[in-house]
């Protein structure tokens, strides 16, 4: 499995050619809800040029990594209205949206989704603000767990439903999601139910 990165941390980050030569930074993540994927990202120029018209598809997408998203020329940018075509930011459709279990448990709120680096670009869990059936105690002291995907993803206007297996075990950090992701014995995980 490729590295995990939380999708948020990508805002900002540069994209490059595999020769060197920076072409933008990225704006927002665009998803595919019912593919679980991402589909691309939208741009910002380089200082205070603003949002660019053109956009970047994940079929152009050489790597992804924590510290650049690498491509091999700008060739592969397509305007960004054809980009979003069917398709929404991580921002607009996910981040703070209510996270429920098929079975209807609340579970708590959208911090940030986990998507696989490399090449992958897969969904594969989200950091969620546990509500207090979850993390019991004052607000400002919740904390936030990691939650894999499960092999199923609805988002249903401003809520994530995941099957209820997959809430059965949490982690606190981006390496025990991994572990769990991987079946890894040992890692840190814990139990909602």
């Known amino acids: 499995m490729n590295e995990l990165m939380g999708a948020r941390s990508l805002t900002t980050r540069p994209v490059v050619t595999l020769g060197g030569d920076a072409v933008a930074h990225v704006k927002d993540t665009v998803f595919d809800g019912s593919a679980g ?27 992804l990594g924590h510290d650049a998203v690498m ?12 980009l979003m075509l069917h398709q929404e930011t991580l921002r607009a459709r996910l981040l703070g949206a209510s996270v429920l279990t098929d ?3 609340e579970v708590g709120t959208v911090l940030d989704v986990v998507v696989e680096g490399g090449t992958g670009g897969r969904v594969v869990g989200f950091r969620v603000a546990a509500n207090r059936r979850f993390a019991p105690g004052p607000a400002r002291h919740r904390r936030s767990l990691y ?15 995941l099957p209820e297996d997959a809430v059965r075990h949490v982690a606190d950090g981006l390496p025990g999601l991994t572990a769990l992701l991987g079946g890894v014995p040992g890692s840190r995980r814990g139990s909602l139910s």
């Open 37 to 63: 994927r991402i589909t691309g990202f939208t741009l910002s120029g380089r200082g205070l040029s603003g949002p660019m018209k053109e956009g970047l598809p994940w079929s152009a997408v050489h790597a």
């Open 71 to 82: 491509i091999r020329d700008r060739l592969g940018l397509v305007s960004t209205a054809l």
């Open 103 to 105: 079975a209807g448990t």
């Open 147 to 161: 939650v894999a995907r499960g092999p199923a993803l609805a988002v249903a206007g401003r809520a994530l439903v």
